[in-house]
């Protein structure tokens, strides 16, 4: 398969999943405010995966849409990051989730921008300037939550064991990436994985946020395996296509 189509079906897959998971707070935040925040990230992240299902299409030349390959794919076919299946959980979890995320995405889509593939770097270009605002968004609540009451700093720590193992996978390389490195479209997993880490340690010694000690990370992001909660999304998010095949707004 190719490396690129690959590559862009992974970053599509990602916004694709963590915006299905955002969508299911949509009216439920805790004021209005944020709830609108929270789904404008969630919006943000489905016109990303647009953006990136239809270059995927293009890269692929079947023929296919990027209803297609947002809808119609087996379970395994998915590359996303285990970390976007994981339940939104309470107010603290859903939000370290997005932080997590956000993050990543800062960092990749700067590089992007530059990269030598130029419709890749169009779409980290247009999408760059929601990431930031997701990232400044989620960090100012992770730093309240970190100096809040006692209840909000005990969600938050919870936040973090429950999702640092997870965070390793949104670096996992799909079939081919490596050579996407070499010829300038890519950057290198490990070096994004590494300055993600730094800067997630620099903004945890602001919050005053302890790292987990344990260095376990779970495996499966980008080959297929999913963790016990992705069928249940598919299902959600496949039915009116699988119901009423070729349904259009």
């Known amino acids: 398969m190719n490396p690129l189509y690959n590559y862009i079906l992974k970053l599509a897959d990602d916004t694709l999943i963590f915006g299905q ?3 299911e707070l949509t009216g439920q935040g805790p004021y209005l405010e944020e709830d609108i925040a929270l789904t404008n990230i969630a919006l943000d992240y489905l016109g990303q995966s647009s953006n990136l299902y239809k270059y995927a ?3 692929q030349g079947e023929g296919k849409t990027e209803d ?3 809808f119609l794919r087996l379970e395994k076919e998915y590359l996303n990051c285990q ?3 994981l339940p939104n959980g309470d107010y603290a979890n859903t939000l370290l989730k997005v932080y997590f995320f956000s993050l990543y995405q800062k960092i990749l889509y700067m590089i992007l921008t530059k990269s030598s593939d130029e419709q890749l770097a169009a779409i980290a270009e247009k999408s760059l300037k929601e ?3 997701h990232y400044t968004h989620t960090s100012t609540w992770i730093k309240m939550f970190a100096g809040g009451t006692e209840e909000s700093q005990t969600r938050l720590k919870n936040a973090v064991e429950n999702l640092w193992e997870y965070t390793a996978g949104m670096f996992a390389e799909t079939e081919g990436e ?3 490195g070499h010829l300038g479209i890519a ?3 490990q070096d994004l994985y590494e300055n993600w880490k730094f800067l997630v340690a620099e903004d945890f010694r602001n919050f005053g946020i302890e790292i987990p000690e344990s260095e376990f990370m779970q495996k499966g992001s980008r080959t297929g395996y999913h963790t016990e909660y992705f069928g249940f999304i598919l299902c959600e998010l496949q039915y009116m296509q699988r119901t009423y095949p070729n349904c259009v707004w």
């Open 83 to 85: 970390l976007a299946e």
């Open 21 to 23: 998971r955002l969508g």
């Open 131 to 133: 990431v930031k605002y």
């Open 68 to 70: 297609d390959l947002a």
């Open 57 to 59: 299409a293009q890269v």
């Open 187 to 189: 950057p290198n997993a």
């Open 178 to 180: 490596t050579d996407l």
